[in-house]
Structures are given as structure tokens and as C-alpha cells.
T-cell receptor, first 112, second 117 residues
Framework: GENVEQHPSTLSVQEGDSAVIKCTYS??????FPWYKQELGKRPQLIID?????GEKKDQRIAVTLNKTAKHFSLHITETQPEDSAVYFC???????????FGSGTKLNVKP | GAVVSQHPSWVICKSGTSVKIECRSL??????MFWYRQFPKQSLMLMAT?????????EQGVEKDKFLINHASLTLSTLTVTSAHPEDSSFYIC?????????????FGPGTRLTVT
């Protein structure tokens, strides 16, 4: 089955700095990679996703990059704000099969 | 749109009893529903995949006789934790997916915190 590894487990940045979270996956058949943000005690919320036919996708302060050859993808958050503090999960999936396999999560702390 | 609800939001039960958790898609018909388990400060672990009218597919290591899943309609799936034990205490989250314009996104419910005493 798919194995998704995520690093770092915790990340502290100063407000305004950038944050990068990295994930690797094992199954070359995976072709859909969503990122979720989860605040304490709440449901995960999709923040951005990328399909394997694209190398990069950007949405305002958030971007995701994908390297299919190396089987890794990264989340980039620029100009971080305190409200970005949360746990972020990457996931890998095969688009047609729809099952998500999540990374272990990164707790991001943005210090004002 | 794409709202998923769960009931109850939290439940406390005694060891040996069974607990049922409901997952509903409120404004769409879900082709598939998923059940996850999340321990404190840990990731979401996929337990099973559920399609309406058919048996659930369980992930390796998940006891299907302990975690009974019923998917009665395109908007409702239930997870029953049978003969609950304290080690079953966890945060259970469901998600539902549909395919608007070919996109298979998953929408998560708010979760159910189960405490077994």
C-alpha cells in the first residue's frame, strides 16, 4: 500500500516568514495530492491540491510543488500569519480509487 | 455546499457496550464515504471505505467484526464500535466524496470523540 512520510513534525516561524512542509510517497501510481489544515478539535479542511500532471500550483499565499520522479511534494506558505497556526496534513491518492493516505502531520506555530 | 455532519459529536460509554456513529452528507449524494481514526496529536488513519449498498472495504489491521459499517443510502453511513474497550477511545472522523466535474474531493465531518470507561 501507499506510505506517506511528512516532515517536519513541528515548525515554528516568525510572522511574515515562509514555511515549507515536505512529504514523500511510495506508490508511483498515486496521482492526486491534497493538503489539509486542521485546527484543534476541528475537521480537516482542504487548502490546496495538485494532480500529477502539474508541477506547481499556487493560490494566493499558498503553493504546492510536485516532483513525480522523486515522489515528493511540498507545501509552501508565504507571509505567514498567526491564523496559519494549525496542523497540516499531506495526503496521496489515486484519483480513480479515491482513498487518501495521510502523512503524520506538521504542527505549524506562527509567532506574532 | 458539500457539508458533512456527524452525530454524536462526543460520546462516553462503558466498556463492553456498543456505540453507533452516524455520518451524513447534507447537501450532496456521496459516491463513497470513508471512516478515519485519529489519536491525539497523530494523523488520520483510514479504517474503511464504504459504498452505498455494498460491503465496506477495511484497511489491513482493522477488525471488521469490531467496527461495523453500514452504508444505507447515498447520504448516510454508520460506524458501530462493538464491545467497546478503553483502547477504542479515539476521535473518529468520516468523510464523503462525490465527483463534481470529475473531481474526487473528500469532505470531512466534524468528528466524534469516543471515550470508553
Amino acid at each position: 500500500g501507499e506510505n506517506v512520510e511528512q516532515h517536519p513534525s513541528t515548525l515554528s516561524v516568525q510572522e511574515g516568514d515562509s514555511a515549507v512542509i515536505k512529504c514523500t510517497y511510495s506508490d508511483s501510481a498515486s496521482n492526486y495530492f491534497p493538503w489539509y489544515k486542521q485546527e484543534l478539535g476541528k475537521r480537516p479542511q482542504l487548502i490546496i491540491d495538485i494532480r500529477s500532471n502539474v508541477g506547481e500550483k499556487k493560490d494566493q499565499r499558498i503553493a504546492v510543488t510536485l516532483n513525480k520522479t522523486a515522489k515528493h511534494f511540498s507545501l509552501h506558505i508565504t507571509e505567514t500569519q498567526p491564523e496559519d497556526s494549525a496542523v497540516y496534513f499531506c495526503a496521496a491518492s489515486q484519483y480513480n480509487f479515491n482513498k487518501f493516505y495521510f502523512g503524520s502531520g506538521t504542527k505549524l506555530n506562527v509567532k506574532p | 455546499g458539500a457539508v458533512v455532519s456527524q452525530h454524536p459529536s462526543w460520546v462516553i460509554c462503558k466498556s463492553g457496550t456498543s456505540v453507533k456513529i452516524e455520518c451524513r452528507s447534507l447537501d450532496f449524494q456521496a459516491t463513497t464515504m470513508f471512516w478515519y481514526r485519529q489519536f491525539p496529536k497523530q494523523s488520520l488513519m483510514l479504517m474503511a471505505t464504504s459504498n452505498e449498498g455494498s460491503k465496506a472495504t477495511y484497511e489491513q489491521g482493522v477488525e471488521k467484526d469490531k467496527f461495523l459499517i453500514n452504508h444505507a443510502s447515498l447520504t448516510l453511513s454508520t460506524l458501530t464500535v462493538t464491545s467497546a474497550h478503553p483502547e477504542d477511545s479515539s476521535f473518529y472522523i468520516c468523510s464523503a466524496s462525490y465527483a463534481p466535474q470529475g473531481r474526487y474531493e473528500q469532505y470531512f465531518g466534524p468528528g466524534t470523540r469516543l471515550t470508553v470507561t
